[in-house]
């Protein structure tokens, strides 16, 4: 179970799509110093990767954000964070 503060920014599969993540960070706010993550909690619901380009971009941004900030920065597992399904859509080669 997660604690949160409320309000909390909430994003859901975000499948690789590195350009779309930076955007949404751009229209809405991302988290950092000189942002808010001082007043909002981040949650992410899954399905970081496969189906896009930038798979690991992705998983390393929403990755760095998590140890920048542990305790505002929240990663739940999708069905795409699967060896099975990462070996069908992807992710495992572009990793190999």
Same mark, same amino acid.
């Given at each position: 179970?997660?604690?949160?503060? +409320?309000? &909390?920014? *909430?994003? !859901? #599969?975000?499948?690789?799509?590195?350009? =779309?993540?930076?955007?949404?960070?751009?229209?809405? !706010?991302?988290? #950092?110093? %000189?942002?808010?993550?001082?007043?909002? =909690?981040? *949650?992410?619901?899954? %399905?970081?990767?496969? @189906?896009? @380009?930038?798979?690991?971009? +992705?998983?390393?941004?929403?990755? #760095?954000?998590?140890?920048?900030?542990?305790?505002?920065?929240?990663?739940? @597992?999708? &069905?795409?964070?699967? *060896?099975? *399904?990462? @070996? %069908?859509?992807?992710? !495992?080669?572009?990793?190999?």
């Amino acid at each position: 179970m997660l604690n949160l503060r +409320v309000p &909390a920014k *909430i994003y !859901g #599969s975000i499948h690789g799509q590195y350009g =779309d993540l930076l955007r949404l960070f751009h229209h809405w !706010g991302g988290p #950092s110093e %000189n942002g808010d993550i001082d007043s909002f =909690d981040y *949650i992410f619901l899954g %399905n970081y990767i496969d @189906r896009g @380009r930038y798979n690991l971009e +992705v998983l390393c941004l929403l990755l #760095s954000l998590k140890l920048k900030y542990p305790e505002q920065f929240h990663l739940l @597992r999708g &069905a795409h964070e699967d *060896i099975k *399904i990462n @070996r %069908n859509y992807g992710f !495992g080669e572009e990793c190999a």
